[in-house]
């Protein structure tokens, strides 16, 4: 005699079938990229940059989030330098460590033999997290705060190998000038109950951080912009989507790499304020948004933007393009490993 199957088991297995698939929709859309850089197109160079530089020329690679190679031919200096880009799962499950395969083949393709020094914007994992090693493979210095140098000792470096920050003090490597400057970072969020807002109790990474750890355990140490000369020319890189009142009041520049991640996640008094106090005081003949990639995929791979988990790529460059509308400003965007001469 066949058994009766029971009608409420049914409905209690058809509602768990129903609630996970509702996980898993969810999770397909907050999962993927918040914009479509074929949208873009138009902003994107389209180059490598392989041909040799010209003497007096800046050429600058991006590498991702606010990694950024500049070199004349005869120097090179390097933010961040965040190349190993563990998963999001591994992230958030597990403990990261820099990858050496990855980090030498970052090495190799850029042709990384001239690097004299590495700065580090601050010491959040996706900005410290391959400093100390691309420093100590490439035999140049790692300049940060006291966050990131103990981030430095804990991968073995020297104190010979390692410089701290002096804010507003001029640091001259080869024909490049960097001078560091105060910021801040981006306003706190908080993503699926958790938060990257700072313990005051515990601002700063105070002891060695030797690798692997958890990505919490990379605190921002403070965060800084860099004003860099090189000639008559200047730039500034800003990775962090927040200000400093006044902080660039007497400067102006030819370049600008602008951190926008989450712009559009801020009020619009905001908004209008990051712009007034970063591009319309700086009055650069180029800007190059930063920080708009989803840092989770490997570089190896074309860059996508950030996750809808966590920012609005398309509402961010909307923020950006409407307030430069009409203003005499070059915007471009850069594919992970794509250069472009500055002047």
Known sequence: MAKKTNPFHLQKISKLGIFLLLILFSSHCFLRPSGNLTNYDSYFPHHSGTNLIQKGKVRATFLGTSSILLDDG????????????????????????????????????????????????????????????????????????????????????????????????????????????????TP?????????????????????????????????????????????????????????????????????????????LQPISFQDEYYKQTVQTL??????????????KPLSEPLEPNLQLGDDFDANMKSILKRSEGQKIEIQLLQGFESIDLF
């Open 283 to 296: 009055k650069p003949k180029i800007l190059i948004p930063i920080h708009w990639d989803n840092f989770f």
């Open 74 to 185: 005869e120097t090179q200096i390097l933010t961040d330098g965040f190349f190993s880009r563990p998963s999001l799962w591994k992230t958030a499950f597990s403990k990261i460590e820099s990858d050496p395969t990855t980090v030498l083949s970052v090495i190799e393709k850029t042709k990384m033999n001239r690097l004299k020094g590495v700065f580090v914007c601050h010491s959040h994992y996706d900005h410290v997290l391959d400093a100390p090693f691309v420093a100590k493979q490439t035999n140049s210095k790692l300049y940060g705060s006291s966050s990131t140098l103990n981030v430095g000792i804990g991968a073995g470096l020297t104190q010979n190998q390692m410089q701290k920050f002096e804010l507003g003090k001029p640091i001259s490597i080869g024909k490049f000038t960097v001078t560091v400057l105060e910021s801040k970072h």
């Open 188 to 264: 706190p969020f908080k993503i699926l109950g958790k938060t990257n807002a700072t313990d005051p109790n515990h601002p700063n990474i105070d002891t060695p951080l030797i690798q692997p750890v958890k990505a919490m355990d990379f605190i921002e140490g403070g965060t800084f912009d860099f004003y860099i000369q090189h000639g008559k020319n200047k730039i500034l890189i800003k990775s962090s989507t927040n200000f400093v009142e006044g902080a660039f009041d007497k400067l102006n520049v030819d370049v600008l790499f602008l951190g926008i991640a989450q712009i559009s």
